[in-house]
């Protein structure tokens, strides 16, 4: 089982974790560690994918899990819990608590505070990210906030239509920057960590640190819907101890 820890500078008490595809007990179209209930693997497997997760990665408590739409809705959560929520992230002040985020191209944000007494995980699909996900995460901090942007669809591989160009374009103007012909007519290449960066920016959040990996481009590592189609899922975790 491999992970990869965040590149970031955070109070000590605060530990984060981004899963990959390596070790696991899955096989065939999901081969690893998945993480994901709901893509078509077998149930008790990836409950003992799960298992093992915390195991090795001594977590406080098993992670609270989302059942993830594209939204913009960050759930608050005082307690550990096994119930599925539906939310695109999780925030929390209290220790002892795994907040997740579940990905297979899309960008998984970890936000914590510089005093190190709340986290967040966020699920940034381009739909949440155009609509508003990461601004409705960062509002439930106090303090000033640093952000972690984990393992996602690399920007020479996210071909996306006019429609995604423009949903950002609205929003913001600068967001143009972030995007570059593909040479297919009406397509073009979009840069996630440039345009989750600019987001947090306008926030006010200035540290912004990204694991520069891509899911699509490493299929040894990353489960990538994208390049696959059926596939797993990894998660990015974030706690306070």
Same mark, same amino acid.
């Given at each position: 089982m491999s992970f990869i820890i965040p590149n970031w500078k955070v109070p000590k008490n605060v530990k984060a974790i981004s899963s990959t595809r390596i070790?696991?007990?899955?096989?065939?179209?999901?081969?690893?560690?998945?993480?994901?209930?709901?893509v078509g693997d077998d149930l008790e497997t990836v409950l003992r994918n799960r298992q093992a997760l915390v195991q090795l990665s001594a977590m406080p408590s098993a992670p609270i899990w989302l059942n993830q739409t594209h939204s913009t809705n960050v759930a608050t959560v005082s307690?550990?819990?096994?119930?599925?929520l539906d939310a695109d992230g999780i925030f929390t002040s209290q220790t002892g608590i795994v907040c997740s985020a579940m990905t297979a191209d899309c960008l998984p944000v970890l936000l914590t505070n510089t005093q190190g007494n709340q986290v967040a995980a966020?699920?940034?699909g381009w739909r949440g990210l155009a609509n508003g996900i990461v601004e409705n995460a960062v509002k439930m901090f106090d303090g000033e906030v640093i952000a972690w942007l984990g393992p996602a669809i690399g920007h020479n591989a996210f071909e996306v239509g006019e429609d995604v160009l423009q949903a950002f374009c609205d929003f913001d103007a600068e967001a143009i920057h972030a995007f570059k012909p593909t040479g297919n007519?009406?397509?073009?290449?979009?840069?996630?960590?440039?345009?989750?960066?600019?987001?947090?920016n306008k926030l006010g &959040?200035?540290? &912004?640190f990204t694991s520069k990996l891509c899911t699509y481009s490493e299929p040894e590592r990353f489960y990538s819907y994208r390049r696959e189609g059926v596939t797993?899922?990894?998660?990015?975790?974030?706690?306070l101890e």
């Open positions: 070790g696991g007990y899955s096989s065939e179209l999901y081969q690893g560690l998945n993480l994901g209930s709901h307690e550990p819990t096994e119930v599925t966020v699920h940034a007519e009406g397509k073009w290449w979009a840069d996630m960590d440039q345009i989750a960066t600019q987001r947090l &959040v200035n540290q &912004v797993g899922r990894q998660a990015s975790l974030i706690w």
